[in-house]
Structures are given as structure tokens and as C-alpha cells.
């Protein structure tokens, strides 16, 4: 709140959706606790310094320069081709030492595998429980920062937090051992879309019913890509049991179609004009009808699902609202919903737009051992004259 107030002076503008990202004009700033970073074109660059001179005086302030990292996450840019590419290479690194994980022999090519996981049968000792649980916390950051690969592997596991048996601590380590398999894999944005007339905005829902043989409870999932990367997913449980596939995808629409909503809003708030409409799609024809047909009526007993079946008619009928029918194999949260087969697996990655940078980190690396040895050499030598480019 009191960064806030010093940014409001500064004449900065709150998000409504987002309380930590503010704008002044063409100034974007956001921040988490003492992480602090401004967005600006370069006709802005004079204004900005100007505005974090302000806040210096107020604040103890280290200016680190152009944005390389962020909360564990490494951003790298191509300005040239207009690129932007999130990693967690060093977080997955550290992790996967931290766990003191068994990197030999072949890895593993996808984070689960499609037998389903049960509950313990007994009950784990202390030291184990407090083990998995950091192994899930760990792998909870990556899974909602840059790693959607992961999300339905982790929000599995992340069940078995309170009673974990052997075979849920070796699941955990397999999704650890994908990671550090994976760890050059990145989430990108920007470039060319490659199809013409392509969604810049793209929003997708999933479900896949009464999998959990426990209670019965259906997985869900969502996933929305813009200019070409993820930025908002989830797979998740659903909290009731639905009767019927058509149900459990009603359900799933509706939690997806309220993040969609979100996201559009925040967009306008941060003057992101698209200029297309917020289209949803999904793979059953039958759900699509209930909502897009005024013939069209599902009759059920369950009624929160009546109450989102009405909800959901009624955005589409004010057009806040669309909804397309995508085949099941071209479906991006298809692997938000169900632990897929290898290549199955990898097509849902391309899909979504995560991509290997190896050679990209291998040349941010090198590039950053050369300046701390010049940077070395400029201390020994103070009149060296040191220039270092991309």
C-alpha cells in the first residue's frame, strides 16, 4: 500500500484486476514485494528514468538494468525478430540437486505415467510426508510460472500431500527427472504466427469424465495462449460429480469462460486492444449445443450445473461470449485433463507454444561468463575500455 500511495503521486493508474501492475501513460510498472519492474517503449525511456529518480528518493533502490530475471524466472528477448522467451533452467537445476534426484541412466520423455495413482494403503512416517510436500511445493512454482507441461502431473500428486507412499514419492521424482530433462524447454511470445487470420488470443477447456476411480470426480483443465505463448492454465478436480461427459465439459466451460472474461478485462485496463472476439473453444459438440441452441435443454438434477448451463447461455447470448468445436487432437488443454502418451505428449507442447532454447541459455551463459571476466579486467585495469554486445 505504500508503494502504491508513492506510485499514485508519481501520477501511475491501479489495474482494477491486478492491484500490483500500474500504468502512467505508456509506463507499465509491476512489482511483487521488493521485485520491481518497469515496462517502456523507447520514446518513454527519459520519462522513466525520471520517475524511478522519484522514487529513489523515497526508497532505497538498486537499478539492475534491462530485465534478465524475475523471481526465478530468466527472461531473454530477440528484439529483432521480436521475441520473448520465460525459462526456469537454474530453478529446475537447483531443485533436482535438492532433492538429490537420480539423474543417470535414460530419463524420462513425459512427467506421468497413465496408470492412475491411489491412495496409501498405510500410513507414511513424518520425515516422508515433510519430503514430499517440498518436493510438491517446489514443483507447484514451476508448474503455474512457465511449466504447463507439468500441470496435470503436479495437481495429481499434489493430492497425496498429507499421506504419500512410496510409489507417489517415485511419481514426484519422475516429474523432477522430465524437468531437469526438459529444463531448456521455455514458454515463447511473439514472431509470426504462421496462419493466416490466426486468433491473437486463443482460450481453451477441457474435461475428462469420472477419471478418478476413488469418488468419481471428473479432471478439468484450461489453457490461453496469447500471441503464440500460455499465460493463464489450470487442471484441476472438479469439486462435485457430474453424470454425464456433457456435464463435466459444462462445468469445465463455465470455470474457463470466467478466466477468459477476467483476462479480456485486464487487457482493455492495460490498453491491449485485440480487436477480435473472445472465442472459446471446446471438443464436445453436445455441450456446445446447450449453449449455443435455444432448442437445446439439458435436464438435470445436479443444480449447480443447471446454473451454469444458464449462465453460460446468457454470455453467449449477449456475445461476451463464443464458443467453437475443435477436434479432440488438435485440442491445446487436451493434456491439462489426462497423463498422455509420448507422442501425444509432444504435440501437446508444440501446441502450446513451449519450445527449446539449449542453444540460446548455452550463449546467454557464455556471454555472461566473457562480461565477468571483463568486468574482472576492469577492476585490475581501470583504464580498459570495455563493450560488451548480444
Request: glycine share 4%.
Amino acid at each position: 500500500k505504500n508503494l502504491t500511495g508513492s506510485l499514485k503521486e508519481l501520477g501511475f493508474k491501479e489495474v482494477p484486476q491486478e492491484p500490483c501492475v500500474m500504468l502512467n501513460g505508456g509506463v507499465v510498472v509491476f512489482f511483487y514485494v521488493d521485485d520491481i519492474v518497469f515496462c517502456y517503449r523507447k520514446q518513454e525511456k527519459e520519462k522513466t528514468k525520471g520517475l524511478i529518480h522519484e522514487l529513489q528518493k523515497e526508497y532505497q533502490m538498486n537499478v539492475l538494468g534491462e530485465l534478465k530475471w524475475f523471481l526465478g524466472i530468466h527472461v531473454l528477448r530477440d528484439r529483432r525478430d521480436r521475441k520473448l522467451w520465460l525459462s526456469q533452467e537454474a530453478f529446475i537445476e537447483k531443485i533436482a540437486n535438492q532433492y538429490e534426484i537420480d539423474l543417470t541412466g535414460r530419463l524420462p520423455d513425459t512427467p506421468m505415467a497413465e496408470s492412475e495413482l491411489l491412495p496409501s494403503p498405510t500410513i507414511a512416517e513424518r520425515p516422508s510426508v515433510m519430503r514430499y510436500q517440498k518436493k510438491m511445493g517446489s514443483l507447484l512454482y514451476a508448474a503455474v510460472t512457465t511449466r504447463p507441461d507439468i500441470a496435470f502431473a503436479v495437481s495429481r500428486l499434489a493430492r497425496f500431500n498429507q499421506n504419500p507412499s512410496d510409489e507417489h514419492q517415485r511419481a514426484a521424482d519422475r516429474v523432477i527427472q522430465f524437468l531437469y530433462n526438459t529444463r531448456s524447454r521455455a514458454i515463447g511470445y511473439g514472431g509470426d504466427s504462421g496462419e493466416e487470420g490466426a486468433r491473437a488470443f486463443v482460450c481453451a477447456s477441457d474435461a475428462s469424465f469420472a477419471d478418478n476411480s476413488v469418488d468419481r470426480k471428473s479432471s478439468q483443465g484450461y489453457i490461453m495462449t496469447l500471441f503464440g505463448g500460455p499465460i493463464a492454465w489450470r487442471a484441476n478436480k472438479q469439486d462435485t460429480v457430474t453424470t454425464s461427459s456433457t456435464e463435466a465439459e459444462l462445468l469445465a466451460l463455465s470455470q474457463t469462460a470466467k478466466e477468459a472474461i477476467f483476462l479480456s478485462r485486464l487487457f482493455k485496463a492495460m490498453t491491449l486492444r485485440l480487436n477480435e472476439p473472445l472465442v472459446i473453444d471446446c471438443d464436445n459438440t453436445q455441450t456446445l449445443r446447450l449453449i449455443t441452441e435455444d432448442s437445446a435443454k439439458l435436464t438435470t438434477k445436479l443444480r449447480h450445473v443447471d446454473i451454469h448451463q444458464h449462465w453460460l447461455r446468457q454470455e453467449y447470448a449477449q456475445r461476451r461470449v463464443l464458443f467453437r468445436w475443435k477436434a479432440t487432437k488438435e485440442m491445446i488443454a487436451d493434456g491439462l485433463t489426462k497423463a498422455l502418451q509420448r507422442q501425444k505428449f509432444e504435440s501437446f507442447v508444440k501446441m502450446i507454444g513451449m519450445v527449446d532454447i539449449r542453444e540460446r541459455l548455452k550463449a546467454e551463459k557464455r556471454a555472461e561468463v566473457l562480461r565477468e571476466e571483463l568486468l574482472s579486467r576492469k577492476e585490475s585495469d581501470p583504464e580498459t575500455e570495455i563493450r560488451v554486445t548480444h
